[in-house]
């Protein structure tokens, strides 16, 4: 059974850039690569910052895609902190597994911590939007 806990922050993600980079027609996938920047509303005690991110989506025929995702997040107090992720995306709404790992000893509780992200994407503003809970 799965365990949801409290809430760790609200994030809006703006898309840099985005292009297909393969296509399997047969198999009827194709491979996007994305870039992204953040903004990280935390909620005590997660922090506040800014991140950016990368990564790589499986988009099928079905309209699902499937991502890898990693990227730097930078605390308002300037503390770094990288986080690795994946996530399931069907018409514009998302859930994500997302880990954190960091040097700082201020923020050491974070290393391991395990998040559950889910949200979608607002056409109207361009920007996909999010919540982070704890996942137990």
């Given amino acids: 059974m799965i365990s ?5 922050f609200e994030e809006v993600d703006m898309p840099l850039e985005s292009k297909i980079v393969s296509e399997d027609p047969i198999n ?3 491979e996007r690569e994305s870039t992204w920047t953040a903004e990280i509303d935390g909620i005590d005690p997660f922090p506040s910052g800014k991140a950016s991110g990368s990564g790589s989506s499986l988009i099928h025929s079905n309209g ?7 990227g730097k997040f930078t605390t308002h107090s300037r503390e770094v902190i990288t986080f690795k992720g994946r996530d399931v995306n069907k018409n514009g709404k998302f859930i994500v597994l997302r880990t954190y ?3 700082s000893l201020e ?11 889910n949200g ?6 361009n ?9 137990m």
């Fill in 120 to 125: 979608e994407f607002d056409s109207q503003d």
């Fill in 4 to 8: 949801i806990g409290r809430k760790l």
């Fill in 28 to 30: 009827k996938i194709a």
């Fill in 107 to 117: 923020l050491s509780w974070i290393n391991g911590l395990v998040c559950l992200v």
């Fill in 127 to 135: 920007v996909f939007r999010c919540e982070g809970y704890e996942l």
């Fill in 101 to 103: 790992f960091t040097d």
């Fill in 64 to 70: 699902i895609s499937i991502s890898s995702w990693q």
